[in-house]
């Protein structure tokens, strides 16, 4: 089995200021790590992949960076946050295997205000 | 990558059968078809996956017609807490979320 852990759960930050979010993976390791962002009311939207270590591709143009830098971690930065970076991000993984479908860490609710 | 459709929303009663349809016509061939359940503030939660034909667990049932072109996922006898955003998904590398079905279950 897998688990994602995600932290912190909750973050309110005043625009312009930076951003670290953090993904870590427990259990059972596959090497590709997702970052989604939820909107309110609205579909998961894919920000980062990553197959190994080092190894970033962005889906959308934005204001976010990712970075893998442990083969467990997966981070989502900002230098400078807007307030459209609000929203609920999500890291995921395909877990235990095609047959399991993918896990999802709880999330961090990001509020720029 | 194929691309589903589901209805927005659905309404039902607690201890009703709730079948969601998932259109995918689009589907390769060796593409799975998944579905994931989420409440507010949570990340998805696998429910269910399937081939072909059907796939019964403890939670779900799955139905899919030998074309592949659809499923439905079927929730026997819901309750309220089911109520929840349900998404239909193919293929297993950078899944692509819809906005899913929005399941209401009504006392």
């Known amino acids: 089995s897998q688990t994602i852990h995600q932290w912190p759960a909750t973050l309110v930050q005043p625009v312009g200021s930076p951003l670290s979010l953090e993904c870590t993976v427990e259990?059972?390791?596959?090497?590709?790590l997702y970052w989604y962002r939820q909107a309110a009311g609205r579909g998961l939207q894919l920000l980062f992949y990553s197959v190994g270590i080092g190894q970033i591709s962005s889906e959308v143009p934005q204001n976010l960076s990712a970075s893998r830098p442990q083969d467990r971690q997966f981070i989502l930065s900002s230098k400078k946050l807007l307030l459209s970076d609000s929203g609920f991000y999500l890291c995921?993984?395909?877990?235990?295997?095609?047959?399991?479908?993918?896990?999802f860490g709880s999330g961090t609710r990001l509020t720029v205000v | 990558l194929a691309k589903t459709t589901q209805p927005i929303s659905m309404d039902s009663y607690e201890g009703q059968e709730v079948n969601i349809t998932c259109s995918h016509n689009?589907?390769?061939?060796?593409?799975?078809i998944t579905w994931y359940q989420q409440f507010p503030s949570q990340g998805p939660r696998f429910i269910i996956q399937g081939y072909k034909t059907k796939v019964t667990n403890e939670v779900a049932s799955l139905f899919i017609p030998a074309d592949r072109k659809s499923s439905t996922l079927s929730l026997p006898r819901v309750s309220l807490s089911d109520t929840a955003v349900y998404y239909c998904l193919v293929g297993d590398d950078k899944i692509i979320f819809g906005k899913g079905t929005r399941l209401h279950i009504l006392p």
């Open positions: 995921a993984s395909p877990g235990g295997g095609t047959l399991n479908g993918y896990t």
């Open positions: 259990g059972t390791s596959n090497p590709n």
């Open positions: 689009n589907i390769a061939t060796n593409d799975y």
